[in-house]
Nanobody
Framework: QVQLVESGGGLVQAGGSLRLSCAVS????????MGWYRQAPGKQRDVVADIASGGNTHYADSVKGRFTISRDNAKNTVYLQMNDLRPEDTAVYYC??????????WGQGTQVTVSS
């Protein structure tokens, strides 16, 4: 079973920064896209950013220019650098990894809280 381990969440003031990390628990081949979703209380889970194995990235409009997604393919790890955080960024952040012919795997979620 593929497992994803997240780290880096926490409490930060508005305007601050956090860096989330998400690592696949053991050596896995054929990891395609990786990315992040978030879910605020009472809201649906929404995509934040994703990155293909070749490095192409996509961002939600609400985070463009503030968040940067990157990955280390050798470590099967994806990162989310979050700058200029706002209270509306408060949510549980979930990472995922798509494995070729095996489906999507999810992390356990990490809480990000931005105080005003």
């Amino acid at each position: 079973q593929v497992q994803l381990v997240e780290s880096g969440g926490g409490l930060v003031q508005a305007g601050g920064s956090l860096r989330l990390s998400c690592a696949v628990s053991r050596s896995e081949f054929n990891i395609n896209a990786m990315g992040w979703y978030r879910q605020a209380p009472g809201k649906q889970r929404d995509v934040v950013a994703d990155i293909a194995s070749g490095g192409n990235t996509h961002y939600a409009d609400s985070v463009k220019g503030r968040f940067t997604i990157s990955r280390d393919n050798a470590k099967n790890t994806v990162y989310l650098q979050m700058n200029d955080l706002r209270p509306e960024d408060t949510a549980v952040y979930y990472c995922y990894a798509d494995k070729h012919r095996a489906g999507r795997y999810w992390g356990q979620g990490t809480q990000v809280t931005v105080s005003s």
